[in-house]
């Protein structure tokens, strides 16, 4: 009898908290424009700081968060991403405004790298991350339809933000307090699997967030000088998007390992450079929401898969870590990549210059699926050749979990084993079988 599947709620509710700021960048790198008389590049430089310290948040504590504990640091990094962006969004001083937003990124960055960990340790890390997904496009997309409405203050997000963060932080009760009941019971000098193929994750899925991001960070001037949508229907714009992208995921969730991670990482990253370039370029109300809503349905699809390969690579969750910084580092240089960009080529140029680094990029990423692609989206599964994942069938038969190894377990070897061939039959060295043959003797004639 396998034991029924439960979800991690407080793990999702920590990834929530995680990776709402890079979920809420738009609005809140216009508001810091608008409201602080910031120019374009300046807000895109604080959106940028405040990821930057997020990302250095999975590179410090990757190493050392089985010995701090996982309820400790997720406590730590909810309470400093509370107070930060608190502070932030409760002055107009600049420099305040600034260093809450870094203080708070690394808040962020902790619960993120906590979320990742445990996430990895999962008996199906995919399905928790599409949950943790599905969550903060949710609560993302309230933000957006509720934001607007409440006038053109830049602490609004930065405040939501910071409630969530003191939401989440109770939730942390449920999780492991030190090193005893952390997820990762080998010893801590385990060398890191997967020398090859994770750099190459890391190094592209930087590049792919940076794009990701480079786009988001400017949609909401796109939007308002480009496509000539005024706020609230600018708010409603992305709030839609992300809803979209709540199907994206639901459908991600459901399509799960049938098609393996290859083809969703490759193809959905081509489709999304499309996007890419329809929403730059856009001129009316209906092109922009066009290409916002198919990015938007693309975007977290690609990137759950993304996440559960990273995941696969390292049962320890170093991998995880270390992959889910280096998108929070493509992330943070996204807004002032993206302003830089948009100011010398223009928003169509940039659009055509992101979209043709992702398809650069989609061909590593896909290799490191496919050469990693012995391991399924399902926990314990072995590929076979030419067989079902291990998994699947004791999903079908009933085999003990207990029976199947863990994920991130080295294949089993294919071993040859030699068999002599049989000997050859000789004429008369086997007789007929029954009573007639025991009851006959040597010399009596019969046969």
Do not use: K
């Not at 809803?243 to 969703?264: E, T």
């Not at 809503?293 to 990137?303: D, H, S």
């Not at 314990?380 to 377990?409: D, H, I, K, Y």
Request: glycine share 14%; aromatic share 4%; net charge positive.
């Amino acid at each position: 009898m396998f034991a029924r599947r439960t979800t991690p709620w407080p793990l999702v509710a920590l990834f929530t908290a995680g990776y709402l700021p890079a979920y809420l960048l738009p609005t809140t790198v216009g508001r810091l424009g608008t409201s602080l008389s910031l120019t374009a590049t300046q807000a895109g430089a604080v959106g940028s700081a405040l990821l930057l310290s997020s990302a250095s948040a999975g590179f410090v504590l990757a190493s050392r968060l089985p010995r701090i504990g996982a309820r400790t640091a997720a406590r730590a990094g909810l309470a400093l991403a509370a107070l930060g962006y608190g502070t932030a969004a409760l002055t107009t001083t600049v420099w305040l405004v600034v260093a809450g937003a870094v203080a708070g990124g690394f808040g962020s960055g902790t619960a993120t790298t906590v979320a990742a960990t445990r996430i990895a340790a999962e008996r199906d890390p995919h399905r928790a991350s599409t949950m943790g997904l599905l969550s903060v496009s949710a609560l993302a997309g309230a933000v957006y339809l509720t934001v607007p409405h409440l006038g053109p203050a830049h602490g609004l997000p930065l405040a939501a933000i910071a409630l969530t963060a003191l939401a989440v932080w109770p939730l942390t009760g449920r999780l492991p307090g030190g090193t005893a009941a952390s997820p990762a019971a080998h010893e801590t000098t385990t060398p890191l699997p997967r020398r090859r193929s994770g750099p190459v994750l890391a190094a592209t899925v930087l590049c792919w967030s940076m794009a990701q991001n480079s786009l988001w960070g400017v949609s909401g001037r796109i939007g308002l000088t480009q496509a000539h949508l005024g706020d609230a229907a600018l708010g409603a714009v992305f709030a839609v998007a992300l809803g979209a992208g709540l199907v994206g995921v639901l459908a991600a969730g459901l399509l799960g390992s049938r098609l393996g991670r290859a083809v969703p990482i490759g193809a959905g990253t081509v489709l999304i450079a499309c996007c890419i370039a329809l929403s730059a370029s856009a001129t009316s109300p209906a092109s922009f929401a066009t290409g916002e809503i198919a990015w938007n349905t693309l975007y977290p699809v690609v990137l759950s898969y993304l996440i559960g390969l990273a995941a696969s690579l390292d049962p320890r969750g170093r991998w995880a870590v270390f992959v889910g910084s280096a998108s929070s580092l493509g992330t943070a240089a996204g807004p002032l990549t993206g302003s830089v960009l948009s100011a010398e080529a223009g928003y169509r140029g940039m659009g055509l210059i992101l979209g043709a680094g992702l398809l650069l990029v989609a061909v590593p990423m896909t290799a490191v699926a496919l050469h990693t692609g012995g391991r399924p989206l399902l926990p314990g599964a072995v590929r076979r050749r030419g067989g079902t994942p291990a998994a699947l069938v004791a999903a079908t038969t009933g085999t003990p979990s207990g029976a199947v190894p863990e994920v991130g377990a080295a294949e089993q070897p294919v071993v040859e084993i030699p068999v002599d061939a049989p000997a050859a039959a000789v004429q008369r060295a086997y007789d007929t079988a029954g009573p007639r043959q025991a009851a006959a003797t040597p010399g009596s004639g019969t046969g």
